[in-house]
């Protein structure tokens, strides 16, 4: 099996009440970026103006090629306070969950996480999403 070509992995905080730097301050670092319900910002990818639905504080990992999401989700955490107390107050308020993209250079690539890693994950109440990327593959041209 070969390794996933590279992977982004970003730790996601959001709630309608959400004040950004409250949970800076809870966790002991800044967001990468962040937002306020009603708030207006720049999207990253559109660069269009939109309302924000929802707040949010985002923290993004360092991209890595080839995946290394344990490495990832220890370069999060290990920014953020390990005290499972105040984890346990931000998950009863507000979902939290790590968003990771997985791109394929090729298919039936793979990947594996760490047990260390998921019980991270699940002591802070972290769901862990995965997105998938295929390799880009051209399209046929249709025959004349």
Same mark, same amino acid.
């Given at each position: 099996?070969?390794?996933?070509d590279?992977?982004?992995a970003?730790? =996601?905080?959001?709630? @309608?009440?959400?004040?950004?730097?409250?949970?800076?301050?809870?966790?002991?670092?800044?967001a990468?970026?962040?937002?306020?319900?009603?708030?207006?910002?720049?999207?990253?990818?559109?660069?269009?103006s939109?309302t924000?639905?929802?707040?949010?504080?985002?923290?993004?990992?360092? @991209?890595?090629?080839?995946?290394?999401?344990?490495?990832q989700?220890?370069?999060?955490?290990?920014?953020?306070?390990?005290?499972?107390?105040?984890?346990?107050?931000?998950?009863? =308020?507000?979902? /939290?969950?790590?968003?990771?993209?997985?791109?394929?250079?090729?298919?039936n690539?793979?990947?594996?996480i760490?047990?260390?890693?998921?019980?991270?994950?699940?002591?802070?109440? /972290?769901?862990?999403?995965?997105?998938?990327?295929?390799?880009?593959?051209?399209?046929?041209?249709?025959?004349?």
């Open positions: 099996m070969a390794h996933v590279h992977s982004a970003t730790l =996601r905080i959001g709630g @309608d009440d959400l004040y950004p730097p409250e949970i800076s301050a809870l966790l002991g670092h800044a990468s970026q962040e937002q306020v319900k009603g708030e207006m910002y720049v999207g990253k990818v559109t660069g269009r939109r924000a639905k929802t707040g949010m504080w985002r923290l993004e990992a360092t @991209d890595a090629a080839p995946e290394n999401l344990d490495g989700i220890a370069e999060l955490l290990g920014k953020l306070t390990g005290n499972l107390s105040v984890w346990a107050h931000i998950a009863a =308020r507000y979902k /939290i969950d790590l968003f990771c993209g997985l791109f394929m250079n090729v298919s690539e793979g990947l594996s760490s047990a260390e890693s998921l019980k991270a994950l699940g002591e802070r109440g /972290i769901e862990l999403g995965l997105d998938i990327y295929g390799p880009d593959v051209p399209e046929e041209k249709e025959n004349a």
